[in-house]
Every structure is written in structure tokens, then in C-alpha cells.
């Protein structure tokens, strides 16, 4: 069974950085992506960003020029770095990897919080 495992999240100041963390008890062979998203109160859950195997990188227009994901493959995890955190970050974000042929999981959510 797939777990997702993630770490990272806390309480930083607006215009501190935060680095999460994903690891997934996949195979890399099978993982057609990973990324992460968010949910906060009041919102439903958003994209913040995915790299899709073979090098494609998407984000959220919010948080483009602040944030950066990356994966390494050999040890099947996924980071999102967080620069220059604004309140409005504030959120659960949850891991989520897509795995062949027609797969979906999800971490249990890590909280960043970004106080004014």
C-alpha cells in the first residue's frame, strides 16, 4: 500500500521560507507525477505545483517566483521550497502523487502557517 509521507510544515513569520518534504513508498517506475496542494479555511483545496515525470513543472500563478518544487528520484520525494511566505499561504498542503495506470494518493497534510 502507498503511503506519503511529509514534513516541513510550521510557523514561520511573512517573508520567511519553509521547505516541505514528500516521501512515497512507490516505485518511481510508476509515478506518472507528484506535487502539492493546498487547502485553506474557507477555500477548497488549489494546486500550488506538480512535476510531471519527464521534467513538465506547473504552478499556481500565486505562488510563482516563490515557490520551487523538485523531485528526486532516487529517493522517490518530492520538495517544495517556500520563499518569501505571506499570510495568505496559510494553509494545509497536502502531497499528492499519480501513479500508473490510474492511481491517486494523498498525504495527510502538513500545516504551514505564516503569521503578519
Known amino acids: 500500500q502507498v503511503q506519503l509521507v511529509e514534513s516541513g510544515g510550521g510557523l514561520v513569520q511573512s517573508g520567511g521560507s519553509l521547505r516541505l518534504s514528500c516521501a512515497a513508498s512507490?516505485?518511481?517506475?510508476?509515478?506518472?507525477?507528484m506535487g502539492w496542494y493546498r487547502q485553506a479555511p474557507g477555500k477548497q483545496r488549489e494546486l500550488v505545483a506538480t512535476?510531471?515525470?519527464?521534467?513538465?513543472?506547473n504552478y499556481a500563478d500565486s505562488v510563482k517566483g516563490r515557490f520551487t518544487i523538485t523531485r528526486d528520484n532516487a529517493k522517490d520525494t518530492v520538495y517544495l521550497q517556500m520563499n518569501s511566505l505571506r499570510p495568505e499561504d496559510t494553509a494545509v498542503y497536502y502531497c499528492?502523487?499519480?501513479?500508473?495506470?490510474?492511481?491517486?494518493?494523498w498525504g495527510q497534510g502538513t500545516q504551514v502557517t505564516v503569521s503578519s
Open positions: 499528492n502523487v499519480r501513479q500508473w495506470p490510474a492511481l491517486v494518493h
Open positions: 512507490v516505485s518511481i517506475s510508476s509515478i506518472l507525477a
Open positions: 512535476i510531471i515525470t519527464g521534467g513538465k513543472i
